[in-house]
């Protein structure tokens, strides 16, 4: 079992930047895949970025340019820098640990952090 806390969420000016954060209970994190998700109010959950074991990322149209995803294995956590905030990132953003062994597939969520946009 993998614990993920996340934490960073805040509310912040459109235009403004956020960091957040997510710190993972396991001693074998640089093997797991590494995402964050979002869900606005009244939205289903979406993805926002992903990083793989081998550093590879991969972004929502809607963040490409804004957000930057990235991990540092020794710590055992995994970023997301967003910048140029609009009010349309407004959710909970949760974050995601996965990876595959053999045919088992591991899958672990955070609790979620707030954060809110303001225009």
């Known amino acids: 079992q993998v614990q993920l806390v996340e934490s960073g969420g805040d509310l912040v000016q459109a235009g403004g930047s956020l960091m957040l954060s997510c710190a993972a209970s396991?001693?074998?994190?640089?093997?797991?895949?590494m995402g964050w998700y979002r869900r606005a109010p009244g939205k289903q959950r979406e993805l926002v970025a992903t990083i793989t074991s081998n550093d590879r990322t991969d972004y929502a149209d809607s963040v490409k340019g804004r957000f930057t995803i990235s991990r540092d294995n020794a710590k055992n956590t995994v970023y997301l820098q967003m910048n140029s905030l609009k009010p349309e990132d407004t959710a909970v953003y949760y974050c995601?640990?996965?990876?595959?062994?053999?045919?088992?597939?591991?899958?672990?969520w955070g609790q979620g952090t707030q954060v809110t946009v303001s225009s």
């Open positions: 396991t001693s074998i994190f640089s093997l797991y895949a």
């Open positions: 995601n640990a996965n990876r595959y062994l053999g045919l088992a597939y591991y899958d672990y």
